[in-house]
T-cell receptor, first 119, second 109 residues
Framework: GAVVSQHPSRVICKSGTSVKIECRSL??????MFWYRQFPKQSLMLMAT?????????EQGVEKDKFLINHASLTLSTLTVTSAHPEDSSFYIC???????????????FGEGSRLTVL | QKEVEQDPGPLSVPEGAIVSLNCTYS??????FMWYRQYSRKGPELLMY????GNKEDGRFTAQVDKSSKYISLFIRDSQPSDSATYLC?????????FGKGNQVVVIP
């Protein structure tokens, strides 16, 4: 099946620094990728939808200046947590949609997630 | 009312039993329904993907969708300890995805 690779899987950083997380679709092109946060014992929370070649669409309440998303190619999207603070510590997961480029109903595959700890 | 409701559990069953999970939803625009399995500290893994109403079977897993009742189910037959995980339902009618809270399943050897 389609594989989505996420890197790094774990990152620890100091408060105030920026952290970049990569999401790659390894064997398919994904015009749309999604970024989520997951807090313990809670469901995935959609943060933003990343569209190749255009600006990301952020969900209500998500600061776009804090969570910078760049979808530079059909196989790579990055999420940068700028000026990270301890409350940003979370599990960040990306997903990519496989299927026809014009379809928004293709199967969705997830990365393994990146655990961010901000000290 | 939340868009997707899923009882978080936990649900404990003995090995070999049938696991029954379900979600209800309120948005009639949803047409695509998915079940994901998530092991601790891992990303969700797609298990089943169903379009509209009906049943879909894959090995020990069966997914059912009843759009008239806005109700979806996942059944796991002959459950194994390796099935112990959190199971998330998800659905979409287009661009936006909606997830359930996840249901923690523990299969006891």
């Amino acid at each position: 099946g389609a594989v989505v690779s996420q890197h790094p899987s774990r990152v620890i950083c100091k408060s105030g620094t920026s952290v970049k997380i990569e999401c790659r679709s390894l064997d398919f092109q994904a015009t749309t990728m999604f970024w989520y946060r997951q807090f313990p014992k809670q469901s995935l929370m959609l943060m933003a939808t990343s569209n190749e070649g255009s600006k990301a669409t952020y969900e209500q309440g998500v600061e776009k200046d804090k969570f910078l998303i760049n979808h530079a190619s059909l196989t790579l999207s990055t999420l940068t947590v700028t000026s990270a603070h301890p409350e940003d510590s979370s599990f960040y997961i990306c997903s990519a949609r496989a299927g026809a480029e014009t379809s928004n109903t293709g199967e969705l595959f997830f990365g393994e997630g990146s655990r961010l700890t901000v000290l | 009312q939340k868009e997707v409701e899923q009882d978080p559990g936990p649900l404990s069953v003995p090995e070999g039993a049938i696991v029954s999970l379900n979600c209800t939803y309120s948005n009639s625009a949803f047409q695509y329904f998915m079940w994901y399995r998530q092991y601790s500290r891992k990303g969700p893994e797609l298990l089943m993907y169903t379009y509209s109403s009906g049943n879909k079977e894959d090995g020990r897993f069966t997914a059912q969708v009843d759009k008239s009742s806005k109700y979806i189910s996942l059944f796991i037959r002959d459950s194994q300890p390796s099935d112990s995980a959190t199971y998330l339902c998800a659905m979409t009618g287009g661009h936006r995805l909606a997830f359930g809270k996840g249901n923690q399943v523990v299969v006891i050897p």
